[in-house]
């Protein structure tokens, strides 16, 4: 068995105390589902790969090695099955890896997560969550306040003053890159959607865990919990194209913006609309109360 299909014993642990797929699950049925779906991008050992790899930008992770950038561990401790769980379940925004729900049930997702799990180097501890605040409630003031954080903890080195992703940093050679040399330019936070997500809640988890891999650092035990849901709340107010009621729950179905009432940014601002010509992050859009279009995705092959 090569180390590709040989769960660590971190994901035993894991696979143990989720109650996910039994470990032949992961192999068979997890190990079918990857090679049938991921593979084109991931590559057959994981690698990054895939034929469609380049075609692809930014780049497949590479599932061996890579640093995951949305989950719920330290930076230098493997990811968590439910965090590679959400990733297959809600794709990540702005990339090439779309949604897989609705395309997979349940199971197939939980049993592709674990494979693409097994792929990691070894690891005999579960790994050890870092902890993201409660939402707080909104209060008056919470934009100006949030702005008063966004410049005390340097937000504006990298993604700028008014949020573009300009900052002095962008100007500085070589550049920003991620963990591969590549260019690694800050998210535009005008455009209103991040990858992970795009509500207050997704702000919270990139500001305290920070984005491995990448010049994101992680800011935990900077500021306090009303400080970060504040900040979060001015962040979601630099979108220039209205944040829409589909920002009050990400693709994941979280709840965020707590006592929000005629503003999103809970401070009493003017109602906010979904901007012209933008599309639902979700599948309904709950502005408008229709149906939105779903990413689409290679058709299924169908039983003989």
């Known amino acids: 068995m090569s180390r590709r299909s040989l769960p660590t014993a971190g994901v035993v642990l894991t696979l143990l105390l989720s109650g996910a797929p039994s470990l032949a699950d992961v192999e068979d049925d997890g190990g079918r589902l990857y090679r049938e779906f991921c593979a084109t991008c991931h590559g057959e050992e994981g690698d990054g790969r895939g034929p469609s790899a380049r075609f692809v930008e930014p780049p497949p992770r590479d599932l061996r090695e890579g640093a995951f950038r949305f989950i719920s561990t330290e930076p230098d401790e493997p990811p968590a099955l439910d965090d590679i769980v959400r990733t297959v379940r809600v794709g990540l925004a702005g990339t090439s890896m779309p949604p897989w729900a609705g395309v997979l049930n349940e199971a197939e997702i939980q049993a592709v997560s674990a494979f693409v799990l097994s792929m990691r180097p070894p690891s005999d501890e579960a790994p050890e969550p870092v902890v993201v605040p409660p939402p707080t409630p909104a209060r008056p003031g919470a934009r100006a306040r949030g702005a008063a954080e966004y410049r005390r903890l340097g937000c504006v080195q990298c993604h700028g003053e008014q949020g573009r992703g300009d900052g002095p940093s962008t100007r500085l050679e070589p550049g920003l890159k991620d963990e591969a040399g590549r260019p690694c330019p800050p998210t535009d936070l005008t455009q209103g959607w991040f990858k992970g997500g795009s509500d207050a809640a997704t702000v919270v988890d990139a500001v305290v865990r920070g984005r491995p891999g990448t010049p ?60 012209p010509g933008r599309p639902a992050r979700s599948r309904r859009d709950t502005a408008s109360g229709t149906a939105a279009p779903a990413r689409s995705h290679p058709p299924r092959p169908t039983p003989d």
């Open 216 to 275: 994101m650092p992680s800011y935990a035990g900077a500021a306090s919990p009303e400080q970060l849901w504040d900040l979060a709340r001015f962040v979601l107010s630099l979108s220039e194209r209205g944040l829409g009621d589909y920002l009050l729950v990400d693709p994941a179905g979280r709840a965020t913006l707590p006592g929000a009432g005629p503003s999103a940014a809970g401070d009493g601002g003017p109602p906010v609309t979904a901007g």
